[in-house]
């Protein structure tokens, strides 16, 4: 995925999104393997598109990571983001994340949508 689709995902998000209150959101990035075209701007630029949306107001961000590469680029974006939202974070572990952002209650599905899509969609691109 390029930085410029990255950017037009994180728009229509924001799109979608923009009259809702409090979002607190999950990006599982565990089965992300091309970070090609990822760059620490690109993750600042993702970052700030957040800014002055309702749904980032006083909201929480979960990363979930698998590997070293993209916990690096989650964690430049989560440093950028605390600008636009309370709180985001790097997890190496979904359930943890699930936990902090206090959605336990919605484990079941969360993951068996994570696992659909990763089946779905092998290398989810176009997810994170």
């Not at 799109?15 to 620490?40: F, I, N, Q």
């Not at 701007?41 to 800014?51: D, R, T």
């Not at 990363?63 to 440093?79: H, K, N, P, W």
């Amino acid at each position: 995925m390029t930085n410029v689709e990255l950017g037009q995902h994180v728009l229509t998000l924001n799109e979608a999104y923009k009259d809702k209150g409090t979002v607190h959101e999950l990006a599982d990035c565990r089965y992300l393997t091309d970070v090609s075209e990822m760059t620490g701007g690109g993750a600042a630029f993702a970052a700030g598109m957040g800014a002055g949306q309702k749904r980032t107001f006083n909201s929480k961000g979960a990363i979930v990571v698998a590997s070293d590469t993209v916990y690096g680029l989650a964690r430049a974006y989560t440093t950028f983001a605390r600008e636009t939202r309370i709180d985001s974070r790097v997890y190496r572990s979904i359930d943890e994340a699930i936990e902090w952002l206090g959605a336990g209650i919605l484990r079941s599905e969360i993951i068996a949508f994570s696992d659909k899509t990763a089946d779905l969609s092998p290398g989810l691109p176009d997810l994170c």
